[in-house]
């Protein structure tokens, strides 16, 4: 069904491949009973590309834009980083994106947070994710969790997931999210923003985590002391960090590049600064 659906189509450098449109992908779906991610995965697998990746086919192959598809990415946090996160791996294709987050939309994310509107004020963060994402890009599934990750219901959070992508506002959170990401054995994205500066750093299980930045849990900052509460977050900040952490993870999901792993990447921008700082794998290196 899906060769038959496929037709020649042209990128924009006018080199030829084979592709699907998303009508008649939604087509086969509605005939075989299989889902719009299943089809793109299915066609995928014979070199045939859902029309909607088409700019992806230079730099990525059909096989990792595969991959993408049939990987799970938790998002903790769908506020100012995570928001945008969300957008751009849903966009990049990641197959199945986990959303979790407590809070609701307050007018005063309007300057920064992707996912809110004038029409989402008011609602989950997580459930507004899940509501948007059905119009960005209906071949990714969407597990929304309007609830805060804590050490009792982070094995069903992460559940199914390859990468978790630390999008929290508070270091408490953080070190409890950490530690469950080591647990269920995946890699961990961390940002952190404040003002016009941030960090962003890749933790795999087997390596030393934010205690090296932050210190134990009882030395953390409570949420209204954080840098980014008293400095705030203008709209550019989460928008570059965010994409950092995007690209993390899609290198982390394809094994290609160099990640953020055993450094941390500090970045001004309002001086246009980039620092990377080097940890080691020992920590009595660090």
Request: net charge neutral; no cysteine.
């Given at each position: 069904m899906i060769a038959n659906r496929a037709e020649t189509v042209t990128d924009p450098a006018q080199r030829s491949l084979r592709g699907i449109h998303e009508s008649g992908a939604q087509e086969i779906c509605r005939q075989s009973g299989k889902n719009l991610r299943e089809i793109y995965a299915a066609a995928l697998q014979s070199d045939i590309w859902p029309v909607r990746y088409l700019r992806n086919t230079s730099i990525l192959s059909a096989r990792e834009q595969l991959k993408l598809t049939q990987s799970g990415v938790a998002i903790i946090g769908a506020g100012g980083l995570g928001g945008q996160v969300i957008t751009i791996l849903a966009r990049m294709g990641i197959g199945m994106l986990t959303v979790a987050d407590p809070d609701v939309f307050e007018a005063s994310n309007l300057n920064r947070q992707a996912l809110a509107t004038a029409e989402t004020l008011g609602t989950?963060?997580?459930?507004?994710?899940?509501?948007?994402?059905?119009?960005?890009?209906?071949?990714?599934?969407v597990r929304s969790f309007p609830h805060r990750?804590?050490?009792?219901?982070?094995?069903?959070?992460?559940?199914?997931t390859n990468t978790v992508v630390d999008a929290l506002d508070n270091v408490s959170d953080r070190l409890v999210l950490a530690q469950a990401s080591k647990t269920a054995g995946i890699p961990l994205v961390h940002a952190a923003i404040a003002g016009f500066e941030g960090q962003i750093m890749t933790i795999y299980p087997q390596d030393p985590g934010l205690e090296r930045i932050y210190g134990e849990a009882e030395q953390a900052f409570e949420p209204a002391d954080s840098p980014e509460a008293v400095m705030g977050v203008p709209g550019v900040t989460p928008a570059v960090l965010a994409s950092l952490q995007a690209m993390e993870t899609v290198k982390i999901l394809t094994n290609r590049g160099r990640s953020l792993r055993n450094r941390m990447l500090y970045v001004d921008l309002e001086n246009a600064a980039f620092q990377e700082f080097s940890f080691g794998t020992d920590p009595d290196q660090a």
């Open positions: 989950n963060k997580a459930a507004a994710a899940k509501n948007m994402l059905a119009a960005v890009n209906p071949a990714v599934t990750l804590d050490k009792d219901n982070a094995a069903e959070i992460l559940a199914g």
